[in-house]
C-alpha cells in the first residue's frame, strides 16, 4: 500500500509501543521481495535500505523505478531507506530520485562538521518530504564501502548537541554494536542507550544487528530503540540459499528456482528479525 504514515511517525510509534522497526538492507529485487514478503506476513512495517554500493551499481533512478512498485503495493507500510552515505551530493540524488530517508555518516568527521553535514542534507531532505538519520560516535566493522577499524562509543553530551543542532530525524549512537559478524560478545553501553532513549526527542537507531541475541534485541529496544539495522545476515542467507540450490540441483540450470532457493532463505531470516523486534514490551 501507499503508506499514509511517514517512516517518522512508524519510528515515534515503535518507540511508544515499545517495538522496533526492522530496516534490512537489500541488494536486488529478490532480496527486496524477501523483505517486503516477510514484513507482511509478519504484520509489520518494514524499511528497505540500500547502502551507496548498491545504488551505485544500479543507478539511483533504476533502482528507485525498480522498488517503486513493490514498496506502493506492499500490505504493511514500507519505506525506502539509503544507509550510511558520506556524500551529502550522492544523498540529495536519492531523495531527489524518490528515497522517503537518508543517513549521513559524517561520523568520522569532526563534531562540527558532522553537525553541518547533516544539518546540510536534512534541510534539503525536509523540503522534499524526506526524512534523515545521523550518526554519532564510530561504529566499527565493515558495512560495504563504510569501513572503521575501531569504533568510538558515542558521548551523551554529543548526542545532545547533535540532536540538537544537526536537524537530524533520528540517530544512530555508537554503543558498542559492530557492523559485520562479531568475533567476540560486543561490550554494550546500555547505559547510554538508557539515557538516550529517555532524554532524547528523536527516535535512536541500533545498527550492526547481525548475530546479536534476542536477549539483547529486546533489552535495547525496551530501553528506547526503534529502528533496528540488519545486512550481513541478509546477505550471508542471500549466498546461503543460492549455494544451496546448487549443491541440490547440480544440473538444472533454472534460474527462477536458483532465484527462489535465495528468496525462500532471506524471507526466513528476515522474519526471524521482524518477530523479535515485534516483541514490545
Ligand atoms: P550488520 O551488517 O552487522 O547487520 O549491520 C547492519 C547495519 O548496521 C547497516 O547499517
Known amino acids: 500500500m501507499m503508506s499514509d504514515t511517514t517512516i517518522l511517525q512508524e519510528l515515534n510509534r515503535?518507540?511508544?509501543?515499545?517495538?522496533?522497526?526492522?530496516?534490512?538492507?537489500?541488494?536486488?529485487?529478490?532480496?527486496?521481495?524477501?523483505?517486503?514478503?516477510?514484513?507482511?506476513?509478519c504484520g509489520k512495517p518494514?524499511?528497505?535500505?540500500?547502502?551507496?554500493g548498491t545504488v551505485t551499481y544500479y543507478g539511483a533512478r533504476e533502482l528507485a523505478e525498480m522498488l517503486r512498485y513493490l514498496l506502493k503495493s506492499a500490505k504493511v507500510p514500507?519505506?525506502?531507506?539509503?544507509?550510511?552515505?558520506?556524500?551529502?551530493?550522492?544523498?540529495?540524488?536519492?531523495?531527489?530520485?524518490?528515497?522517503?530517508?537518508?543517513?549521513?555518516?559524517?561520523?568520522?568527521?569532526s563534531i562540527e562538521r558532522n553537525i553541518a553535514m547533516t544539518r546540510e542534507a536534512a534541510d534539503y531532505a525536509h523540503a522534499h518530504g524526506v526524512y534523515v538519520e545521523g550518526e554519532i560516535g564510530v561504529i566499527e566493522g565493515v558495512e560495504e564501502e563504510?569501513?572503521?577499524?575501531?569504533?568510538?562509543?558515542?558521548?551523551?553530551?554529543e548526542c545532545f548537541r547533535f540532536a540538537q543542532e544537526s536537524r537530524v530525524d533520528y540517530l544512530?549512537?555508537?554503543?558498542?554494536?559492530?557492523?559485520?559478524?562479531?568475533?567476540?560478545?560486543?561490550?554494550?553501553?546500555?547505559?547510554?542507550?538508557?539515557?538516550?532513549g529517555r532524554e532524547l526527542s528523536q527516535p535512536i537507531v541500533l545498527h550492526g544487528g547481525t548475530r546479536l541475541t534476542e536477549e539483547t534485541f529486546t533489552r535495547l529496544i525496551s530501553l528506547g530503540i526503534a529502528k533496528v539495522n540488519v545486512s550481513t545476515a541478509l546477505k550471508h542467507a542471500g549466498i546461503d540459499g543460492a549455494q544451496k540450490y546448487i549443491r541440490e540441483k547440480p544440473e538444472e540450470y533454472n534460474p527462477l528456482h536458483f532465484d527462489e532457493s535465495m528468496y525462500a532463505s532471506l524471507k526466513e531470516v528476515v522474519k526471524r528479525h521482524i518477530l523479535i523486534f515485534a516483541n514490545g514490551r
Open 14 to 41: 515503535a518507540r511508544e509501543a515499545g517495538y522496533a522497526v526492522g530496516a534490512f538492507n537489500i541488494f536486488d529485487y529478490t532480496s527486496a521481495r524477501a523483505v517486503v514478503a516477510a514484513a507482511e506476513e
Open 46 to 52: 518494514v524499511i528497505l535500505q540500500t547502502s551507496v
Open 78 to 109: 514500507a519505506f525506502l531507506h539509503l544507509d550510511h552515505c558520506r556524500d551529502v551530493a550522492f544523498a540529495k540524488t536519492c531523495v531527489d530520485a524518490g528515497w522517503d530517508s537518508v543517513m549521513i555518516d559524517a561520523s568520522a568527521q
Open 146 to 157: 563504510i569501513a572503521a577499524d575501531q569504533g568510538k562509543h558515542a558521548e551523551a553530551a
Open 172 to 196: 544512530a549512537p555508537a554503543i558498542g554494536t559492530a557492523h559485520g559478524v562479531y568475533t567476540a560478545s560486543p561490550k554494550l553501553n546500555f547505559d547510554l542507550a538508557e539515557r538516550l
